[in-house]
């Protein structure tokens, strides 16, 4: 929002040509702080965007790690260990009872 208008005692003070001058000079104040904020902005996205992808490459590995370790498990126990379709990058079998057909 640009200022177009000044209040007539400080026209007054300033003259004319002060008045237009302070207009302009408010007027680049506001322009240089909409840029710096762009730019924060811009940095802020970046710096988001950078961090987001370490955390999926995290994920990832742990996820790796967790499947290495869930079918051993079981063996501590004694026990079989159902196999989880979701972590095998399958998907789950359809459901037809929450579908209403037997």
Known sequence: MDVVAVPETIQEKLGSK???????LINQIITKQRLS??????RFEHLLSREIGKLRIEFKTDLSKLREKLPKIPLLYGKKWPKIPLLYGEKW??????YGKK
């Open 93 to 98: 079998p359809k459901l037809m009872f929450l």
């Open 18 to 24: 002060g008045a237009n001058d302070l207009i302009w």
């Open 37 to 42: 904020i762009e730019h924060v902005e811009l």
